[in-house]
C-alpha cells in the first residue's frame, strides 16, 4: 500500500566529520551516511545514495523514507560545526509527483564540517 508524501523535502543537511583518517559524510535529513578518503569524495558518494533513496521512494510509492531524519544529537553538532558553501543537488522528479512527463528539481543542500570527532554513526 503506498501513502501520500507528507512532507515535501524542500532542502538537505550535510554534516561532514572526520574519524580515523576518513570524511564522514551524512545527510540528515534522511539519515543516509557514506565515507570517503577527503570531502569530495564522501559528498560525491553521498550525493549517489541520496538521489537514489529519493528515486526509490517515489517510484515505489513509499514516501515514509523521505521523512526518516537522523537523530537530535547531529543536529545538535550543526550548531557547533562550521558552515560551508551551500550546493544545489538536481533531482529528478518522476511523473507520480507532478502532472508532468520528468522534472527536475534543485535542492538547496546546506553544508556544514564538525571541528571535532563525532561519535561513530
Given at each position: 500500500m503506498?501513502?501520500?508524501?507528507?512532507?515535501?523535502?524542500?532542502?538537505?543537511?550535510?554534516?561532514?566529520?572526520?574519524?580515523?583518517?576518513?570524511?564522514?559524510?551524512?545527510?540528515?535529513?534522511?539519515?543516509?551516511?557514506?565515507?570517503?578518503?577527503?570531502?569530495?569524495?564522501?559528498?560525491?558518494?553521498?550525493?549517489?545514495?541520496?538521489?537514489?533513496?529519493?528515486?526509490?521512494?517515489?517510484?515505489?510509492?513509499n514516501?515514509?523514507?523521505?521523512?526518516?531524519?537522523?537523530?537530535?544529537?547531529?543536529?545538535?553538532?550543526?550548531?557547533?560545526?562550521?558552515?560551508?558553501?551551500?550546493?544545489?543537488?538536481?533531482?529528478?522528479?518522476?511523473?507520480?509527483?507532478?502532472?508532468?512527463?520528468?522534472s527536475?528539481?534543485?535542492?538547496?543542500?546546506?553544508?556544514?564540517?564538525?571541528?571535532?570527532e563525532?561519535?561513530?554513526v
Amino acid at each position: 500500500m503506498s501513502s501520500q508524501p507528507g512532507t515535501i523535502l524542500t532542502a538537505l543537511h550535510y554534516l561532514f566529520s572526520h574519524r580515523l583518517g576518513k570524511t564522514i559524510a551524512h545527510c540528515l535529513d534522511l539519515d543516509l551516511v557514506t565515507s570517503g578518503e577527503n570531502l569530495v569524495e564522501a559528498e560525491s558518494r553521498l550525493n549517489a545514495v541520496v538521489l537514489q533513496q529519493i528515486r526509490a521512494c517515489y517510484t515505489g510509492g513509499n514516501f515514509e523514507q523521505l521523512c526518516f531524519k537522523a537523530t537530535g544529537e547531529y543536529w545538535n553538532a550543526l550548531s557547533n560545526a562550521r558552515e560551508i558553501e551551500m550546493m544545489h543537488l538536481q533531482v529528478e522528479v518522476p511523473p507520480v509527483v507532478l502532472p508532468v512527463n520528468r522534472s527536475i528539481v534543485s535542492l538547496p543542500v546546506y553544508r556544514h564540517e564538525a571541528q571535532e570527532e563525532l561519535q561513530a554513526v
